[in-house]
């Protein structure tokens, strides 16, 4: 998506060519997250659709090459109300600015959310299927 239509939950800016991006796109009505690394992108997508007005879960996790938890070398998934509903797989390492952004609720101050962020939780480990699933 393009930041114009997007609304942005979390945004992790390294460089043009290396970010992350958790949002709910208005064209599709779905969360979506991206991997942007080394400069290829691939984004995966919920199969539930938000409803307003109502509070909901998203987790998403992406692994490095230390291969967490038995998974592979940059895989990627998208929990909505603790649910498994998309998972992919990022085409290459992503490569850290010395200086980078971490945003919620907005891209650089551009593609505001349209909601409430009720509670943040970030780790540096990745989460099993197990943790991703248990209520917070």
């Given at each position: 998506?393009?930041?114009?239509?997007?609304?942005?939950?979390?945004?992790?800016?390294?460089?043009?060519?290396?970010?992350?991006?958790?949002?709910?796109?208005?064209?599709?009505?779905?969360?979506?997250?991206?991997?942007?690394?080394?400069?290829?992108?691939?984004?995966?997508?919920?199969?539930?659709?938000?409803?307003?007005?109502?509070?909901?879960?998203?987790?998403?996790?992406?692994?490095?090459?230390?291969?967490?938890?038995?998974?592979?070398?940059?895989?990627?998934?998208?929990?909505?109300?603790?649910?498994?509903?998309?998972?992919?797989?990022?085409?290459a390492a992503m490569t850290e600015a010395a200086s980078s952004n971490l945003d919620f609720?907005?891209?650089?101050?551009?593609?505001?959310?349209?909601?409430?962020?009720?509670?943040?939780?970030?780790?540096?480990?990745?989460?099993?299927?197990?943790?991703?699933?248990?209520?917070?």
């Amino acid at each position: 998506g393009t930041l114009a239509q997007d609304r942005t939950i979390a945004y992790a800016y390294h460089d043009a060519s290396n970010f992350a991006h958790l949002y709910y796109d208005n064209a599709s009505t779905k969360i979506k997250f991206l991997i942007r690394a080394g400069g290829s992108s691939v984004t995966i997508t919920s199969t539930s659709t938000p409803v307003s007005g109502t509070f909901f879960q998203v987790g998403v996790f992406w692994t490095g090459t230390n291969l967490e938890n038995g998974l592979p070398a940059y895989s990627m998934a998208l929990y909505f109300n603790r649910a498994l509903e998309a998972s992919g797989t990022a085409s290459a390492a992503m490569t850290e600015a010395a200086s980078s952004n971490l945003d919620f609720g907005s891209a650089a101050g551009s593609s505001q959310l349209r909601g409430v962020i009720r509670k943040i939780h970030s780790f540096q480990d990745v989460f099993t299927h197990t943790e991703m699933t248990r209520p917070i």
